[in-house]
């Protein structure tokens, strides 16, 4: 079975701080990709950052980076230097083939 | 260009009826993919579809139906409505359905049912 696994229902940070979401997968399948997902209250989901299982390098986009450990089957997020836009939630997500598997989110708020 | 466009953004419906919602996909992507969002939870594939043919189902009971029509649209429907069917639907698109097709969401349409 494909799971996705986000321990942290809820985080803050204070504006200008790093911030590090967790997410946890359990698949058998060796080609896959990963995403992280943003939910503002305007409900419209964005993607934030991909990364593809083959890839050994971190996928980078701005302020927003990944580490991901395959064989841990982990896949963070970190925020860095966090803005007010920043608040949401934030969904971990998993594509082994064409159907995404989500997880339950990460409210972030960033506290001014 | 416009984005992935869902209709209604709202309905309210009553325990037994029948609801259709409608997607719009980005001009150009053949693809479309339907989601549940239950609130405070993660949304929970239900339909793919490319080229008119269904290339994927979730684990959805036979009262959730979907077709996509020539132009690339369209439309989930949902029949003898539960409670728990109340939830935000979300239709996402991309190009192809391959996983490294990246998939664009609507805003959702909100049903609660009464």
């Known amino acids: 079975a494909q799971t996705v696994t986000q321990s942290q229902p809820e985080m803050s940070v204070q504006e200008a701080e790093t911030v590090t979401l967790s997410c946890t997968y359990d698949t058998s399948e060796n080609n896959y990709y990963l995403f992280w997902y943003k939910q503002p209250p305007s409900r419209q989901m964005i993607l934030v950052i991909r990364?593809?299982?083959?890839?050994?390098q971190n996928a980078t986009e701005n302020r927003f980076s990944v580490n991901f450990q395959k064989a841990a089957k982990s896949f963070s997020l970190k925020i860095s230097d966090s803005q007010l836009g920043d608040t949401a939630m934030y969904f971990c997500a998993f594509l082994p083939r064409n159907q995404f598997y989500f997880g339950t989110g990460t409210s972030l708020t960033v506290i001014p | 260009d416009a984005g992935v466009t869902q209709s209604p953004t709202h309905l309210i419906k009553t325990r037994g009826q029948q609801v259709t919602l409608r997607c719009s996909p980005i001009?150009?992507?053949?693809?479309v993919s339907w989601y549940q969002q239950v609130l405070g939870q993660g949304p929970q594939f239900i339909f793919q579809y490319y080229e008119k043919e269904e290339r994927g189902r979730g684990n959805f009971p036979d009262r959730f139906s979907a077709r996509q029509f020539p132009n690339y649209s369209s439309e989930l429907n949902v029949n003898a409505l539960l409670l728990g069917d109340s939830a935000l639907y979300l239709c996402?698109?991309?190009?192809?359905?391959?996983?490294?097709?990246?998939?664009?969401f609507g805003d959702g349409t909100r049903l609660s049912i009464l």
């Open positions: 990364q593809e299982a083959y890839k050994q």
């Open positions: 001009s150009g992507h053949k693809s």
């Open positions: 996402a698109s991309s190009r192809a359905p391959d996983s490294n097709q990246p998939q664009h």
